[in-house]
T-cell receptor
């Protein structure tokens, strides 16, 4: 079967750095997405990785290792508005997105 | 440019009732998707469409039907609602390539009593 694992919840302090991990086992791989979802709202796109390595975009970076079936999302200089759920999703061999359950990130002052 | 819109935003149904959720996008996107999101679970694909007049089943299609008569609209129907269909429903669309970013509508919160 196909499986995407993320921690259910994480807590971090305003101004700090947090790393949210995602491991996956899917039938094929055509890229990995990270989305942010605030409570009661729709997911919004953060990043897309298809090659190994780190993609940096402002305060957010995403890393991919295809051989390990592993990705992480790194958030720097955390702000209160970063409190949200972070969803990892993998595009499988049929170009269908398989979604993780999401990681709820709680930012404390 | 409104992006992706969904109607209604909220709905309460009784078991056995039917309803249709409408998704509309004004970005000329080819691909459209219907997902449901339940607590503690990832988004699950119900049905999708890769172009006007085409539809395909996703991961959890049972109890739902869809139609894509116009490129900009993707309708999700529940013929006989069940409490297990209580969920938040999201519509999404992408321009064309499968690796494109998915743009989501604001969601429809459906409760079936």
């Amino acid at each position: 079967g196909q499986n995407i694992d993320q921690p259910t919840e994480m807590t971090a302090t305003e101004g700090a750095i947090v790393q949210i991990n995602c491991t996956y086992q899917t039938s094929g791989f055509n890229g990995l997405f990270w989305y942010q979802q605030h409570a009661g709202e729709a997911p919004t796109f953060l990043s897309y990785n298809v090659l190994d390595g780190l993609e940096e975009k402002g305060r957010f970076s995403s890393f991919l290792s295809r051989s390990k079936g592993y990705s992480y999302l790194l958030l720097k200089e955390l702000q209160m508005k970063d409190s949200a759920s972070y969803l990892c999703a993998v595009l499988d061999s049929n170009y269908q997105l398989i979604w993780g359950a999401g990681t709820k990130l709680i930012i404390k002052p | 440019n409104a992006g992706v819109t969904q109607t209604p935003k909220f709905r309460v149904l009784k078991t056995g009732q039917s309803m249709t959720l409408l998704c509309a996008q004004d970005m000329n996107h080819e691909y459209m998707y219907w997902y449901r999101q339940d607590p503690g679970m990832g988004l699950r694909l119900i049905h999708y469409s890769v172009g006007e007049g085409t539809t395909a089943k996703g991961e959890v299609p049972d109890g739902y039907n869809v139609s894509r008569l116009k490129k900009q609209n993707f309708l999700l129907g529940l013929e006989s609602a069940a409490p297990s269909q209580t969920s938040v429903y999201f519509c999404a669309s992408i321009l064309g390539g499968e690796t494109d970013t998915q743009y989501f509508g604001p969601g429809t919160r459906l409760t079936v009593l």
